[in-house]
């Protein structure tokens, strides 16, 4: 059974190096507890959703006055 491999393993780890294995099992179970009590991943919303509901201003694609070049510039 893989929990008496995992036992016999951790007999072998120095004893000063335990406390890192508590941690990395401790918190791993903690994950997983989280995992099952999480909301389902929602799957990505569909390209165009939003088609025809607005228009792109023709003012959109023109140069940006100096002034507001500069500020993003920082000059």
Known sequence: MIQDQLIEEIKLI????????????HYFRLGLKQDSTAAPIKSERPIGLAKGGFQVPASFFEPLPADLLDAFEGR
């Open 14 to 25: 120095p004893e000063d190096r335990l406390p890192e294995i508590y941690d990395l099992i």
